[in-house]
């Protein structure tokens, strides 16, 4: 066998072992809450907080793409901001449900909250009630 030859079939060797790039294990850790009920326009209403739980493998992983849902009973006015954040950084996420990468790179136990408001002057209104809030976030 040429030296050339018996170089490729190292190579090829190690790479089914997995030494030249072992695959890290994808993941996703979900969160559950309520939204919050929004009784004034003008407040901010956070969100609790939302973070993996203790059976999510945390060291060497970093975020990939985060997705959520939620929901309002009865009517969602058109005035009605949301911002996700975590880590220092917050994205629009005024849409019910949607997703983004925005937090990719982060560690996975970066935690999250989500802030609400009503835009117009502060005053009180008839409540907007909160309903199930789902976090979920890739991981890599």
């Keep these: 066998m040429s ?3 018996r170089v490729s079939a190292i190579v090829l060797i190690l790479a089914l072992v997995g030494i030249f790039s072992p695959a890290r294990a994808a993941g996703r ?7 919050p009920t929004l009784r004034q326009q003008g407040l901010r209403y956070d ?11 945390l060291s060497g992983n970093a975020i990939t793409r985060v997705a ?13 901001v949301v911002q996700l954040c975590g880590g220092g950084r917050c994205v629009d996420a005024s849409n019910a449900r ?3 990468t925005a937090f ?6 970066t ?10 002057p502060r005053a009180a209104r008839t409540p907007l009630e909160g309903g199930a809030l789902t976090l979920m976030v890739n991981f890599r």
């Design 3 to 5: 030296a050339g030859l």
């Design 29 to 35: 850790w979900v969160a559950q809450s309520d939204a």
């Design 47 to 57: 969100s609790a907080t939302l973070s993996p739980n203790n059976s999510t493998p």
């Design 68 to 80: 959520w849902r939620y929901d309002y009973a009865g009517w969602r006015p058109r005035e009605l």
């Design 98 to 100: 949607g997703q983004t």
């Design 104 to 109: 990719a790179g982060l560690p996975v136990a």
């Design 111 to 120: 935690p999250f909250r989500f802030n609400f408001r009503i835009q117009g």
